[in-house]
T-cell receptor
Framework: EAGVAQSPRYKIIEKRQSVAFWCNPISGHATLYWYQQILGQGPKLLIQFQNNGVVDDSQLPKDRFSAERLKGVDSTLKIQPAKLEDSAVYLC??????????????FGAGSRLTVL | DAKTTQPNSMESNEEEPVHLPCNHSTISGTDYIHWYRQLPSQGPEYVIHGLTSNVNNRMASLAIAEDRKSSTLILHRATLRDAAVYYCILRWAGNMLTFGGGTRLMVKP
C-alpha cells in the first residue's frame, strides 16, 4: 500500500512569513496526526483528527498554527506568522482508528522547516 | 500520562543481538506497549507492540515482564541499518502516541 505522503520535503522562510504543509494519509485511515519534531527531541503531537473532526489540539499554538482536514482525507497545517523557534520537522501520521491502544501509526517522511 | 524510561544511548556490534530496555512502572491494565524507531532523516517507523504476552515479528521480538512494569525490545542480529533512535511508548484506547527521548542505538561494524 502507498505510504503517507507529505510535501514539501524542505522549506526555508524568513520569520513572520507564512508556510503550509500538506499531508495525504493512507487510504481508509480515519485518524490523522500532525507532530512537530525539534532537532534532538522526540516528536510532539500538535493535533489529532478523527475523520474531519478534531480529537485533540491541546498542544497546537493556536495564535499562529492552524490545521484542517476537509472531507476527512487530506490535511493542511499552516503557520502564520512563523517564528525562529518553529524551525523543526513536521511529521504527518495516520492510523485506522483511535478506539484501541493497539492501533499502529504510519508516519510520512516529514517536512523540514527552517525559519531565518 | 504513564511514562517510560529508557537509556539515552546504547552500542552494539554488528550481527550480535541487542536488548533495548524500557521501564514503565506506572503502566495500567489497558496500556499497550509500542516500540517505534526513527532512522536518520526519516519519520518514525512502527516496530512492534504487545499487551501482556511476548510478541515476535519479522523485525524484532518484544519481551514483557510478568508484572508488565518493564519490557525489552530484542533485535536478534543487529545490522548497520538498525542504527536509529528507538522509542518505547505506552498507548491506550483513544490516546495520542506520546514520544519520550528514546534510546539512540549505535551499531559498530
Amino acid at each position: 500500500e502507498a505510504g503517507v505522503a507529505q510535501s514539501p520535503r524542505y522549506k526555508i522562510i524568513e520569520k513572520r512569513q507564512s508556510v503550509a504543509f500538506w499531508c495525504n494519509p493512507i487510504s481508509g485511515h480515519a485518524t490523522l496526526y500532525w507532530y512537530q519534531q525539534i532537532l534532538g527531541q522526540g516528536p510532539k503531537l500538535l493535533i489529532q483528527f478523527q475523520n474531519n473532526g478534531v480529537v485533540d489540539d491541546s498542544q497546537l499554538p493556536k495564535d499562529r498554527f492552524s490545521a484542517e482536514r476537509l472531507k476527512g482525507v487530506d490535511s493542511t497545517l499552516k503557520i502564520q506568522p512563523a517564528k525562529l523557534e518553529d524551525s523543526a520537522v513536521y511529521l504527518c501520521a495516520s492510523s485506522q482508528g483511535h478506539g484501541t491502544g493497539a492501533n499502529v501509526l504510519t508516519f510520512g517522511a516529514g517536512s523540514r522547516l527552517t525559519v531565518l | 500520562d504513564a511514562k517510560t524510561t529508557q537509556p539515552n544511548s546504547m552500542e552494539s556490534n554488528e550481527e550480535e543481538p541487542v536488548h533495548l530496555p524500557c521501564n514503565h512502572s506506572t503502566i495500567s491494565g489497558t496500556d499497550y506497549i509500542h516500540w517505534y524507531r526513527q532512522l536518520p532523516s526519516q519519520g518514525p517507523e512502527y516496530v512492534i507492540h504487545g499487551l501482556t504476552s511476548n510478541v515476535n515479528n519479522r523485525m524484532a521480538s518484544l519481551a514483557i515482564a510478568e508484572d508488565r512494569k518493564s519490557s525489552t525490545l530484542i533485535l536478534h542480529r543487529a545490522t548497520l541499518r538498525d542504527a536509529a533512535v528507538y522509542y518505547c511508548i505506552l498507548r491506550w484506547a483513544g490516546n495520542m502516541l506520546t514520544f519520550g527521548g528514546g534510546t539512540r542505538l549505535m551499531v559498530k561494524p
